[in-house]
């Protein structure tokens, strides 16, 4: 437990990938899929609401759901800059950022149970929950075996 602590918050982060470099390639592409989702959100009129996740946006309320989604893309957009300086500046948290993301993905899953929403059909995100899941999962525990089997 105490090489996996110091696997996440190694003393000194730094740009040295350890381990297998798999777990950073697939880190750069969702940080790309984030920094896209996060534009939809903020600049799409109606921020992806009604054109993506099928709400409908014409009942009462509707300019503050955009605007909820508006937010959203803005804390997404902030996130993926924290990604891009991982990526480029601080790779030795990798494996942080892999668990982290882990842990945002079940936030929202846990939030979309505990306040769901009625859609005119199923939003890629819902879908994308269970794939960013597993790919999450996956590539933090192949990150954690990577570092671990290089430094035993």
Partial sequence: MRKIFEI???????????GSRIPLYFFIFTAAIWTIRSCIHVFLPDGGAGSIAGMNL?????NEVVFAFALWGSEQFIYSLI?????FRYRSLVPLMWGVQILETLGRMFVGRLKPVTFSHIPPGEVGNYIYL???????????????RITE
């Fill in 8 to 18: 996440l918050f190694p003393e000194k982060a730094n740009n040295t990938l350890r």
């Fill in 58 to 62: 014409s009942v009462s309320g509707a």
């Fill in 83 to 87: 990604q891009w300086v991982v990526i």
């Fill in 134 to 148: 597993a790919l999450s999962a996956a590539m933090f525990a192949y990150s954690l075996w990577s570092i671990n």
